[in-house]
């Protein structure tokens, strides 16, 4: 567990690569965890951080658990890449662009919602965001003990349709069993973008193939990536232990994008 800023020499290193790229989760990340997720806003400082960084970067992306329409309107900034539902679609000029392997699950999801729903108590919320599920409970009297209790029954839904399941921070989701997460996601956006250097900022467990990407590729030779993990209450332990470095909290991977500008400036000059 390092925290980032005793790797900074590390981390310049790595921004004097050709295109060096920027790509960040949202929710815990960029924006702090809040109760309902539709009330989540990505802070001030981080926007403006990220729209300084789009201009001194070859690409700053965004990387969402959230369909991509939905987080290219939350963040807003025009000129960033936005990649929804855990690498599934993209949101380009206006439209969103779905895989079509993910598409072909839809009939599948339509049919696991109506099972998931007759299992949805007090205070937790269903989300379809068309090729992916997400059943929410932080809003639960009792969070852990829903988890606990629903664990089996989503996992016994997940298996009846094939679909896989995953859990993040207080959420279920129900994905189409393809081989896309943000991981794949990540990689595709280094070499679509053709990029040297890159890091790549997470809260959650789905973050944690992002991470494991960048080292792969930095071990492999192919990219000088990093993985950035946010630390805070609730943080699962694999992000601790995954991730390359550490930042902490929300205000911390503010503090990381204003050294990045700073650092990108003074590599100009």
């Not at 053709?194 to 944690?208: E, P, S, W």
């Not at 694999?238 to 590599?267: H, M, P, R, Y």
Request: charged content about 25%.
């Amino acid at each position: 567990m390092i925290n980032w800023e005793m790797k900074k020499e590390e981390l310049t290193h790595a921004l004097k690569a050709k295109r060096f790229g920027l790509i960040t989760d949202v929710d815990g990340t960029i924006s702090p965890i809040v109760e309902v997720p539709d009330s989540a806003r990505v802070t001030p400082t981080s926007l403006g951080f990220l729209s300084q960084l789009q201009k001194q970067l070859a690409l700053v992306a965004v990387i969402s658990g959230r369909a991509a329409e939905d987080v290219a309107h939350r963040v807003g900034l025009t000129g960033l890449v936005y990649v929804g539902n855990h690498g599934m679609e993209t949101y380009v000029d206006g439209k969103v662009r779905v895989s079509v392997r993910a598409q072909a699950y839809r009939k599948t999801l339509l049919e696991a919602g109506l099972d998931i729903k007759r299992n949805i108590l007090k205070g937790m919320r269903f989300e379809d965001k068309g090729v992916t599920l997400s059943v929410h409970y932080r809003q639960t009297e009792a969070p852990e003990k829903i988890a606990a209790e629903l664990a089996p029954i989503m996992e016994d839904i997940a298996r009846a349709h094939g679909l896989n399941l995953t859990q993040g921070r207080m959420v279920f989701e129900f994905r189409p069993p393809v081989k896309i997460d943000k991981g794949t996601a990540f990689e595709e956006l280094i070499k679509s973008h053709k990029l040297d250097g890159a890091v790549f900022i997470g809260d959650d467990t789905t973050d944690v193939g992002a991470f494991q990407t960048a080292r792969r590729l930095r071990e492999s030779g192919q990219c000088l990536c990093y993985g950035l993990g946010v630390a805070s209450q609730g943080t699962p332990r694999v992000v601790l232990t995954e991730a390359d470095f550490l930042v902490q909290g929300v205000a911390g991977v503010e503090s990381f994008l204003g050294w990045l500008s700073k650092s990108c400036i003074a590599s100009s000059t």
